[in-house]
């Protein structure tokens, strides 16, 4: 008889979590991932980017949240006959402060009644704005050949306006609550500025410094959530 009881229990709490959502209204992230400078620079480099965040869910699907961002940018080539024709290299051992949103599948979707919405109600979109501080560390500024150096700034601050694509994947705990979040993202960062990779010159022969510099970060974490109960 226990087991008969113990049975229909879970198939009520099973049946439950299709009808509501348990979730905290806190939580706190750590991403890693790997980044791609877009600038002034033809040669690619990707580097790394760790990210912190702490966000507040208005709902289970929307939240607004600040994220802290550090990690290393870096392009170009020093190389005799390399990939910069200039030899010129960067390394921007940069840091970035955010405020933003994001709004998920779930949210805008009757998910429960399709299988395949279900298990995608976590893809989201978000957009926010920032400070994104830049330091070169080191730069080539003077070309060897010619003597001429490349203007730009070593160290500088720009706006920063993050817009961010991909999808939670929700780990509930005992009570039904959602207690951790997996988390794939991708990050395209523009900047109002050229102080991504210190050099504001278009000595590639094309109009790069017309466009803002940008970079991109593909990332996973884990969010842990906590704090006050919400009930959806």
């Known amino acids: 008889m226990k087991k008969v009881l113990l049975l229909i229990t879970c198939c009520f709490f099973v049946a439950k979590s299709y009808s509501q959502y348990n979730y905290y209204r ?4 750590l991403n890693l991932g790997a980044n ?7 040669k690619k480099r990707p580097a790394q980017t760790i990210t912190a965040s702490l966000d507040y869910h208005l709902t289970p699907f929307m939240s607004v949240g600040l994220e802290y961002q550090n990690g290393t940018l870096a392009g170009g080539d020093s190389v005799l006959n390399g990939a910069d024709v200039h030899r ?5 051992k940069y840091s970035s402060f955010t405020v933003g949103g994001k709004i998920q599948l779930g949210q805008l979707v009757d998910f429960e009644s399709s299988n395949i919405l279900y298990a995608i109600r976590g893809l989201y979109g978000g957009l926010g704005v920032g400070i994104i501080k830049n330091k070169m560390d080191p730069i080539v500024r003077i070309q060897p050949v010619t003597n001429y150096k490349f203007p730009g700034d070593d160290s500088s601050t720009n706006i920063v306006i993050p817009i961010n694509t991909g ?25 109002i500025g050229e102080g991504l990779d210190g ?3 278009a000595s590639n022969g094309k109009a790069w410094s017309s466009i803002p510099d940008m970079y991109g970060v593909a990332s996973a974490g884990i969010k842990i959530c906590f704090g006050p109960e919400g009930l959806y």
């Open 88 to 92: 010129r290299y960067f390394k921007n």
């Open 26 to 29: 806190l939580s706190g992230g």
């Open 167 to 191: 999808i939670n994947f929700n780990i509930l705990d005992r009570w039904g609550y959602t207690r951790f979040i997996f988390n794939l993202n991708y990050q395209l960062n523009v900047t």
């Open 36 to 42: 791609t400078a877009f600038a002034d620079l033809q």
């Open 199 to 201: 050099y504001n010159d």
